[in-house]
């Protein structure tokens, strides 16, 4: 009777331990998974260019550019170039924004992507790793997102070449 006591409770407390080791990583791992960073193999203007061709050539739409270096300079601040696009696809949004519950990510709409330098130099793009996201939500949202973030892959294979 006694043994047995001890095994239960070596067996919840090491339960426990692993749950607060998988904590541990998931809190620190995560936020590295949730947003992607690749260097572009181009100048800023260039980048800015042939990005905005390919999203064009596959059938994406920019919805608006926010030119962060000019906003910022009309409060009196100096940053490097950064500019962030907003991409929309009308036949993945749609299959979202025309169901009542799935509306609720519409907040991550549309797809961003932004193209910035930084002191090295180097012109970079950083996005939102939706695929990864959507993944916990299922169903129609997991579908087009996981679609839409491929199909933005490949729009920004024009610049860092993967």
């Known amino acids: 009777m006694e043994l047995s006591k001890n095994v239960i409770i070596m067996g919840l407390v090491g339960i426990l331990v692993g749950l607060v080791i998988m904590g541990a990583i998931m809190f620190f791992t995560m936020p590295s998974m949730m947003l ?3 260097q572009s193999n181009y100048d800023f203007e260039t980048s800015v ?3 905005g061709e390919a999203v064009k050539d596959n059938g994406w739409k920019v919805v608006v550019i926010h030119d962060m270096k000019e906003t910022l300079a009309g409060f009196g601040h100096d940053v490097m170039e950064v500019k962030i696009f907003e ?8 299959r979202i924004l025309e169901l ?3 509306r609720i990510v519409s907040a991550l709409m549309p797809c961003r992507v932004a193209i910035y330098k930084k002191s090295n130099g180097n012109t970079y793009v950083s996005r939102m790793n939706s695929k990864l ?3 916990p939500m299922g169903g129609v949202i997991a579908d ?8 933005t892959e490949v729009i920004l294979e024009s610049i860092i070449g993967k």
């Open 49 to 51: 260019e042939k990005f």
């Open 87 to 94: 991409l929309c696809s009308s036949r993945h949004s749609v």
């Open 36 to 38: 992607l960073e690749d």
């Open 144 to 151: 087009v997102m996981g679609l839409a973030s491929s199909e």
């Open 100 to 102: 009542d519950d799935e």
């Open 133 to 135: 996201m959507a993944i």
